[in-house]
């Protein structure tokens, strides 16, 4: 069975700080991984894709993520955190071949001006 | 180009009450998926479809829950009868054909069953 662990429930950056956004994952097979954000009253919106290739992936409003295989590891990152950054961010997983996609409990950010 | 429509965005019933949520995918996306959103959760995976076929619904409650996708295009989710543990937001997603491409969430539905 695949999942995703999000370990931290919160975090909290001040505005202009980096920003990372934990996940790891257990998936059988090669993983396509994703992150999404979630506002509140809103969808998921997608940030960006792990599919194959580089590691270093990089999406929308200049988040960026890392593939790590020997670690499961698809951190998300920012290197300066705007307010506006404040949501919900969901990570996810599905195996290379298959369309169910695993979804993490969510990390809340809040950046604080 | 216009993204994943649902409706309505907010339902509120009494237990044991039907109510169905409606759907209409991106243009072209042949993959339609609903998904069930508990508070402090991630979606979870009610029932995919490829065109018209539901192609996975392992983890519908057939008992209550139902869904249809006619012509391959919009979609309905139905509950009948809603029960108060079904209070939650419901998430209708689409994908283009193949396995790469990520999702697109509409807005959801969110249901509040008193």
């Known amino acids: 069975a695949q999942s995703v662990a999000q370990p931290e429930d919160q975090v909290n950056v001040a505005e202009g700080n980096p920003l990372t956004v934990k996940c790891t994952y257990s998936?059988?097979?090669?993983?396509?991984l994703f992150w999404y954000v979630q506002y509140p009253n809103r969808g998921l919106q997608f940030l960006l894709k792990y599919i194959t290739g580089d590691n270093l992936v990089k999406g929308s409003y200049g988040f960026e993520a890392e593939f790590n295989k020997s670690q499961t590891s698809f951190h998300l990152k920012k290197p300066s955190a705007l307010v506006s950054d404040s949501a919900l961010y969901f990570c996810?997983?599905?195996?290379?071949?298959?369309?169910?996609?695993?979804f993490g409990a969510g990390t809340t950010v809040t950046v604080r001006a | 180009e216009a993204g994943v429509v649902q409706s309505p965005r907010y339902k509120i019933i009494e237990k044991k009450q039907p109510v169905a949520f409606w759907c209409n995918p991106i243009s072209g996306h042949n993959t339609l998926y609903w998904y069930l959103q508990n508070l402090g959760q991630g979606p979870e995976l009610l029932i995919r479809y490829e065109n018209e076929e539901a192609v996975d619904d392992s983890q519908l409650p057939k008992d209550r829950f139902s869904a249809e996708r006619l012509k391959g295009v919009d979609s309905t989710l139905k509950i009948q009868p809603a029960e108060l543990g079904d209070s939650a937001v419901y998430l209708c997603?689409?994908?283009?054909?193949?396995?790469?491409?990520?999702?697109?969430f509409g807005p959801g539905t969110r249901l509040t069953v008193l």
């Open positions: 996810a997983v599905r195996a290379a071949g298959d369309y169910k996609l695993s």
């Open positions: 997603a689409s994908s283009p054909r193949g396995l790469g491409p990520e999702q697109f």
């Open positions: 998936v059988s097979g090669n993983p396509y």
